[in-house]
């Protein structure tokens, strides 16, 4: 099973910006991000085909956080702008056969804390 580590969370102003990072330890079809709250279920935010580059976004991401990968390197990336307090929480990088429910995803890094000030 392929490994997912994840990183490059932290804490930022409303309105600023964080690169999350997440390496796999091998060949992937797909990557997704999630985000997940205290009592809350796991949201989707955004997933990319490693092989197209096509990449879906959910709702919450639209417009302000691009998904991306580097194949040479095997990484992925999500990018977030114009981060807002609502932001705040887990995120967790996952590989699977992509899609936007966690179910269709078979492993799962760590999880990095991203936390945004008002």
């Known amino acids: 099973q392929v490994q997912a580590v994840a990183s490059g969370g932290g804490l930022v102003q409303a309105g600023g910006s964080l690169r999350l990072s997440c390496a796999a330890s091998?060949?992937?079809?797909?990557m997704g991000w999630f985000r997940q709250t205290p009592g809350q279920e796991r949201e989707f935010v955004a997933f990319i085909t490693w092989g197209g580059g096509d990449a879906w976004y959910g709702a919450p991401a639209q417009g302000r956080f691009t998904i991306a990968r580097d194949d040479a390197r095997n990484m992925g990336y999500l990018q977030m702008n114009n981060l807002k307090p609502e932001d705040t929480a887990v995120y967790y990088c996952a590989f699977g056969n992509g899609g936007t429910s966690p179910t269709q995803y078979d492993s799962w890094g760590q999880g990095t804390q991203v936390t945004v000030s008002s």
């Open positions: 091998g060949r992937i079809y797909a």
